[in-house]
């Protein structure tokens, strides 16, 4: 039995050219067989390769022209969000080019932002990214980018401020008072997102209850004027034991305190108007007596794409 062609280091260990296929001595008639897949324009990979997201975005890269820049939601999960669609991929250039690859998004913009040699910097990405998001994906993308320290509000601000005829400038302005970098999961932010736009007083965020000096919890949502706290319940809680014991005694030392909580599970959050409705209950009980909560057009606004009201140029 004939051996199977040995594999060119080269060409081997990721996504490869055309041409660093060719010097590495592997043919066009070798890259049309099985042993090859071609994955973009004049870029390939071997078939016992298993691409990796960042393998994907340098295929990107490889099949688009060298002034190319990584942007938008796909500049973000660069940076290590496990969140939203991984294609098409997000480039942009300054200049007028256009190509029309299928799992590919080339931008065009009048002047690059702020980029370094491969992708923007994570506050234009996400301005980038506003253009095109509806509210509460780019409020769970925002509160993220926020905490984990790769952008501050007043950055956003003032990017969108000074380029306010960039896309996605107008949108960035309008969403930033609804971004909290305090929220610790994607889950926390959407049920918050949901509460505040359904009209409920807003909540604060993590934050410690402490009894005789001692931390016997950190609520995701608190409303200390109502003695109510809320909690998002993800899967650890059902699934760790620990976890599980922990906070059946976390439960008994907040009422042991007066005040009440509820929870929200995995599975209540597939539906937020669930989760709004058990925060205003929650609410009633310990003394608020404000509107109930209302899903018409604000609320709706949740899943539409960001407004835009014109921005005044800066002075």
């Known amino acids: 039995m004939a051996r199977p062609p040995r594999v060119p280091p080269a060409v081997r260990g990721g996504p490869f050219t055309s041409d660093e296929a060719r010097a590495a001595g592997v043919t066009s008639h070798m890259l049309r067989r099985s042993s090859y897949l071609r994955l973009f324009p004049r870029v390939w990979v071997h078939v016992d390769h298993v691409m990796t997201p960042s393998d994907w975005i340098k295929a990107g890269h490889l ?26 991929l997000h480039f942009v250039v300054a200049r007028d080019h256009h ?9 065009r913009t009048e002047r690059m932002p702020l980029a ?3 992708a ?17 994906e780019a409020i769970m993308v925002g509160d993220w980018l926020l905490r984990e320290g790769h952008m501050t509000r007043a950055e956003l601000l003032e990017l969108a401020r000074h380029d306010h005829w960039r896309a996605g400038a107008a949108q960035a302005v309008w969403l930033a008072p609804h971004l909290d970098g305090r929220s610790w999961s994607l889950e926390e932010s959407r049920h918050r997102a949901s509460m505040e736009f359904a009209g409920l007083p807003k909540p604060e965020l993590n934050i410690e209850i402490v009894v005789d000096g001692r931390v016997i919890a950190i609520a995701d949502w608190g409303w200390l ?5 809320g909690e998002y319940e993800g899967g650890h809680h059902q699934s760790d034991r620990r ?3 922990r906070d059946i005694e976390r ?5 042991d305190i007066d005040l009440r ?9 597939r539906n937020l108007m669930v989760s709004t409705r058990r925060a205003h209950a929650a609410l009633v009980k310990g003394g608020y007596d404000g509107p109930p909560p209302e899903f018409g057009d604000r609320w709706r606004q949740l899943f539409r794409r960001i407004p835009a009201p014109p921005l005044p140029p800066e002075r």
């Not at 660069?78 to 969140?83: K, P, T, W």
């Not at 004027?225 to 706290?229: A, H, L, M, P, S």
């Not at 909580?261 to 959050?269: H, I, R, W």
């Open 243 to 245: 976890q599980y014991l």
């Open 120 to 136: 923007v910097t994570p506050t234009a990405a996400y301005l980038a990214y506003c253009a095109e998001a509806i509210t509460i």
């Open 251 to 255: 439960y008994a030392d907040i009422r």
């Open 63 to 88: 099949s688009l022209p060298s002034d190319a820049r990584l942007t938008g939601i796909t500049r973000i999960q660069q940076l290590g969000l496990d969140h939203g669609p991984q294609f098409p």
């Open 99 to 107: 190509i029309a690859t299928d799992g590919i998004m080339l931008h």
């Open 225 to 229: 004027k109502w003695k109510t706290i």
């Open 261 to 269: 909580y509820f929870q929200v599970t995995k599975e209540d959050g």
């Open 116 to 118: 370094d040699d491969a």
